[in-house]
């Protein structure tokens, strides 16, 4: 009967949890999706109904939710890829490798314990080595770079930041002090060593004592890098080594070990070999423990291998055949473009996106170390003045901190249906979700884009991690500020991000052995969405923030016990042990007796923490008794649990509905605003046309004024004409009568008055012009008598007078003739 009622409970249990997993969490929101606005979260939501129901059966559907219908058909897309165009090379067949096979054969080969290396070349991502040689050596280093380099013995290898003077990073450099008066310096993918020369040889003076030299065109640059540094020793000794012992008896070795890397002068033990290759040519080989990504992901060496030779004959070109061929079982190459996967799924900030000081055209402003988390490692806080000391300084003295952080971004394909994925869909559903872009601008998601989180600066490769998800890097404000803004609008963070079970990469989080601790960031697990779409992503902390010192992002933790049933770390498991119970073999020992035992599952730590251990009192007894006990309690279990699932589905539902009624209203003020909005571009239309109405009048008015003007201009000039017409009939008139009156009294005179009175005129006449030749001859005496420039003055004046008078006689000369 007892097993019946467990049969009948358990289906129950079963039915209700299908029910809540395949309609509920199906047709509801993600649980934060509560704050999203418009209407995206339909489009998302039914995109995804639509999608599931049509995988199997693609007839038209009508799907109605939240008082809204759709019309919509799913056209399955093309077998392929998720368009994504990049510069970057790869080791792979781009055209036939989808990149989620590419990134799952890449994380076996870490996972397995085999190498993968690459050689960036000279392509997008290449990289310098430059010489520093002089007895300056140290101190142009000090004085150039973050980090603070001393001692006589050199031999040791530094990372540190190339900063301008606000304190911005122009680039992370790995140094290389092989003697006091000789380092080298390798700049980070995309940095090229040209680049890195003009910017240094300037800043070089005589007194220095140092000189700088490219070395890039001449040099190989190999990173070989696994899981665990045996691994690379390994594959070294096996691929590397034979060809170097073939050409030399120089010993290669290795830096020390990982546990002893440090030397005294706080800095990694580096290696450096010179020798003669069989051409005779200069060799030399310096092995750097680097990986060039985050050691959470990668622990590695970087070799850099010199040689004075033709291409075809370069020792560096031998060894690395000789490390990716296929018919030693070597090392997996991989390309430019899966180390870009690498570089962003470490949370490495690389040269030119998240480094941008050496970028005069970039449109935001360039990073400190302290942004990018370097500010403990690649920064000495306690050496004197070295380039960018300031910047630094002030970042440190403020109380906020530095003004953005370094996050990953995790686009998960759950909740992201991009438009390139139901691009040919029949619908009247409009996909604005987008792929995500470099420098687009992410905003808290259900902030309707008024609070600002930061910029995307790189993205991967779709799926190029083996997961459904597009990760990337982004720099975001400060979270004070960004928290303040949340709680003004009512949102806040939602630690359990809408994520399925079955492809939540991102969910892994540092645990005790019993309970989870805090978010080591508030802005961990935001969800933000890119301005002007719908692709929402889920802000986390980088990996080195993620995961405690020595744990590997690429291993899976590893359980003590090797049964499959044993309890999962952080967990507690109580063993029920009976003690003294009766047996055939033991008759005498019917008493119970309370007796327990623990058992404790450790932590990453391997340690075992007092409060974390739980132990339980089994009282012990006849075996009928214990098993009548055991079923009962498993029959009271599943009761409960029946219980729990029913009240979980109700209140499921319920919250549904809520959501849904939620939904609708929010669709209302959308509704409301749309109107509100119309209302608004009314008005302004209605003032735009009374304001043409207005410059029109203005227009004509000012015509009517033009037009009057010129009117009373025309009219003007015309009296003006006239008046001018007059004046010489006037004169000719004042002629004639003086003319007829001289006549007159020429008729009146005998012909001796007449002529003796024309002598007289002209003996007058003869005197006026004696007088005036007299006056003139005074004149010019006078003139002698001045100054040259006041003699020229009057010189110019009595012949403008003189100018003057021959015209108005001229004139009255020609009026004379005219009248007559």
Known sequence: MSLIVITILSSFFEGCRCFYHHTVKTIQRPANTRRRFDDRSIILNHRKILKLSTKKNKNKIKHCCNMVEFEYEYIPPKEGYLPYTSNLPSSFDTKNIPSGIRGEAVRSAIRSGRCICWNLGSGPLQQGWISVKGKGTL???NNKLSQSFSGDGGGYYKEACLLNTKGRIIDRLRVFLEKKDQAYLLTSPGHSGSDLFERLDPLIFPLDQVSLRDCSNTTKVITIASTKLEHVKIAIQNFIIPLIDAITTTEFIFPSPSEDHYDHNGGHSCTRIEFNSKSNNKCGITILPTALVSETALVGYTLVIEEDAPPTTKLGESIWRNLISEENDGAIEIGALEFETLRIESGMPAFSKEITASDKDAKRTPAGPFELHWGNTLVNMDKGCYLGQEGVASVVRNKRGPPSLLYQIFFNYDVNVFDTESKGDKGNINNLTKLPVEESKLYVLGSNNKISVGTLTSIAEP????DPTM?????????DRILTKMREQGLKIDRNPFLDDENDNIRRTMTSAMVKPPPIDPLDGLEVIIKDTYTVGILRCIPIRRYIMGQNMFIEDTAIYDDANEPKEGEVEVNRIQNNRWTPDNPQNQQTNNKYETRIIKDENNTINDNDIATEVINTGTNNELEEAEEQAKINRAIEEASKAQAAADGAVAEAK???????????????????RKAKTDEVKRKEEKLTMLREKADAAMTRRQKAKKEVVEEQEVKR???????????????????????????ELSPEEAE????????????????????QRQQQQNIKELSPKEAEAKRKAEKMTSLKQRAEEAMARRQRQKAE
């Open 139 to 141: 101190t142009f280093l």
């Open 463 to 466: 799926s190029s991690t083996g």
């Open 471 to 479: 990760i990337g890097l982004a720099l975001v404000k400060r979270p």
């Open 658 to 676: 809520r959501k849904a009624e939620k939904l609708a209203l929010l669709k209302q003020k959308a509704e409301d605003a749309m109107a509100r």
């Open 721 to 747: 004409k006239e008046a001018k017409m007059a004046m010489p009939k006037e004169r000719a008139d004042e002629v004639m009568a003086r003319r007829e009156q001289k006549k007159a009294e020429e008729k």
């Open 756 to 775: 003796a009175k024309r002598k007289a005129e002209k003996m007058k006449m003869s005197k006026e012009r004696a007088d005036e030749a007299m006056a």
